[in-house]
């Protein structure tokens, strides 16, 4: 509904497992982000991909890799996660860094 | 570093009477700030900004935000809530001179018939 997608909606993986998460917009924006929401928490930035290079990595474990082949795709590669990564995880993109963002439908994925 | 704060975690209002939800912010330099809204199992939707210009900035489904740059708010309005209005409401706040929105806690908001 906002032109951005991501799958899978829904994510259950163990602690040894490699998995990744697909975003893809079709707004035509330049920059995409990679958000956590976890319960009780505020949402935290994770990263901030402007015209394909890496703009932000806000201290995000190395057990998250993102990669961002061009402007409409954004991946999170997911490996030897911990239960506390459970969460949803959110993608958005924006016209321009500083611009209105929109969001995805996010992933809840549970680590167990 | 840039914070955004929601003291409430949730307001309750009845259906009809008007809703507030609370914003502070601090950024360095000239601000940007954003309210977005949140339903269950949905990604956050864009309810309005502010860069520049009026201090009141009205946008979608009749919510409305005033930029208070002296108290460094930026409280959401709605003169009359709905029952639809049901939702977890989030504050978000950047520098002009940054690339980083730094969101609020959230704040959940109960409107009852």
């Known amino acids: 509904e906002t032109g951005v997608t991501q799958t899978p909606r829904h994510l259950v993986m163990g602690m040894t497992n490699k998995k990744s998460l697909k975003c893809e917009q079709h707004?035509?924006?330049?920059?995409m982000y990679w958000y956590k929401q976890s319960a009780k928490k505020p949402l935290e930035l994770m990263f901030v991909y402007n015209f394909k290079e890496q703009t932000e990595n806000n201290s995000v474990p190395s057990r998250f890799s993102p990669e961002c082949p061009n402007s409409s795709h954004l991946f999170l590669h997911l490996h030897t996660l911990q239960p506390e990564d459970s969460a949803l995880y959110l993608c958005?993109?924006?016209?321009?860094?500083?611009?209105?963002?929109?969001f995805g439908p996010g992933t809840r994925l549970t680590v167990l | 570093a840039q914070s955004v704060a929601q003291p409430e975690d949730q307001v309750n209002v009845a259906e009809g009477n008007p809703l507030t939800v609370k914003c502070t912010y601090s950024?360095?330099?000239?601000?940007?700030l954003f309210w977005y809204v949140q339903y269950p199992n949905r990604g956050l939707q864009f309810l309005l900004k502010y860069i520049t210009g009026d201090n009141l900035v009205k946008g979608s489904y009749g919510f409305e935000a005033e930029f208070n740059k002296s108290q460094t708010s930026f409280h959401l309005k709605k003169p009359s809530a709905l029952v639809s209005d049901s939702a977890l409401y989030f504050c978000a706040a950047g520098s002009a001179a940054g690339n980083k929105l730094t969101f609020g806690g959230g704040t959940r908001v109960l409107v009852k018939p």
């Open positions: 950024v360095s330099g000239n601000p940007y």
């Open positions: 958005a993109s924006s016209q321009e860094v500083r611009d209105t963002q929109y």
């Open positions: 707004l035509g924006h330049n920059a």
